[in-house]
């Protein structure tokens, strides 16, 4: 089963390389053995295309939810919301490019996806004071994605939201909250927000993932990583992460539409789901007290709490006596239950 997993991805790696005019092979070394990596260096694994070999988007073509065909209700899609200004980002794109920069009013976004650990998490663009972009460097560890940025060539972990390597080592990026449902979903509760496009100016066959049945199989990995069999490999889990731990949250148990109070590392954290989304927020002194009862009924409010106050998806209080205030926002994403024990100590919440 490897060796068919690591053909099948030097063929389809050999199509982005390519279809690719930014491909540049000549990095693919240099930036694996140059100078110091805070993570083990003969960890960090060579992907196969190359810098660039998968071309991340810049500032993508944005179209009506109306104008949508090539979406199933099925299909995930990541979303971000500035003010009035809320858009999606489609699994099936991503699959493919990985990294999308976008600038949403004031916001310099970089959303990177990666297909092999189902990780996606949202990145501010501004590091060290400075407007960058990212792209993919071909590189992984523990099967996860490397961005770099442009600005300096340094390398990130994806996972671990740092530079890993380069002149910004040991860098945090600043990590922005999405929202990541089925377009079923997404398209009823923002039926006049943006969606990335396939007219990307690339040739892909969006929609079909370009590893195969990776997503479902539990047995079939592309490169090592360690397993953890607590819960299945492939099981999609939401994780909210607390300096060098994790704590995973299943899906099953919000399957019926939940919210949590959970305590986890000193911190008290909201979660609230269902079985197309998790999201969660942090509470402090200001909001500790209130009590939180799920209400979603497939408009943008998800809770209310007892003094009155609707909030949404994105934490915003919509109406009531603290209407326009924001709940905190946590570091938190979801992905393959196998990437979080792989970089973090991970706990299981346990209802």
């Known amino acids: 089963m490897m060796k068919k997993g690591w053909l099948l991805l030097l063929i389809v790696s050999g199509l982005w390389s390519c279809s690719s005019s930014n491909t540049n092979d000549s990095n693919k070394e240099g930036d694996r053995e140059s100078s110091v990596w805070t993570i083990p260096k003969e960890e960090v694994l060579d992907g196969g295309p190359g810098r660039d070999g998968i071309p991340a988007l810049e500032n993508p073509n944005l179209i009506n939810v109306s104008e949508v065909n090539f979406l199933a209700d099925s299909d995930l899609v990541i979303g971000f919301q500035n003010g009035g200004d809320v858009r999606a980002y489609p699994h099936i794109i991503l699959d493919w490019h990985e990294i999308i920069n976008d600038n949403i009013g004031d916001v310099s976004l970089a959303v990177t996806y990666c297909p092999l650990t189902g990780t996606g998490i949202g990145w501010n663009r501004i590091v060290n004071g400075k407007e960058t972009t990212f792209g993919v460097s071909g590189l992984l560890y523990n099967t996860n994605l490397i961005p770099f940025d442009r600005e300096t060539s340094s390398n990130w972990s994806q996972i671990l939201n740092e530079s890993v390597n380069g002149e910004l080592l040991g860098e945090k990026v600043g990590v922005l909250p999405l ?17 990335v496009s396939t007219n990307t100016g690339f040739s892909r066959t969006y929609g079909t993932s370009p590893y195969g049945d990776y997503n479902t199989n539990n047995n079939r990995f592309l490169f090592p990583v360690e397993k953890d069999s607590r819960l299945p490999l492939k099981e999609r889990v939401y994780a909210v992460i607390n300096n060098d731990k994790a704590k995973a949250y299943r899906f099953s148990d919000f399957s019926q539409g939940a919210v949590i109070k959970d305590n986890f590392e000193g911190e008290t954290y909201l979660i609230v789901g269902n079985a197309d989304f998790m999201v969660s927020f942090l509470l402090d002194a200001n909001t500790t007290a209130l009590e939180f009862e799920y209400v979603f009924s497939g408009t943008e409010v998800i809770v209310k709490d007892d003094e009155g106050n609707e909030w949404s998806i994105f934490g915003e209080a919509i109406s009531g006596p603290r209407a326009g205030e924001f709940l905190k926002p946590t570091t938190a994403f979801k992905g393959f239950w196998f990437s979080f024990p792989a970089f973090y100590e991970t706990t299981i919440y346990n209802n």
């Open 179 to 195: 929202f990541e449902t089925t377009w079923g979903v997404w398209k009823n509760l923002f039926p006049n927000s943006k969606v």
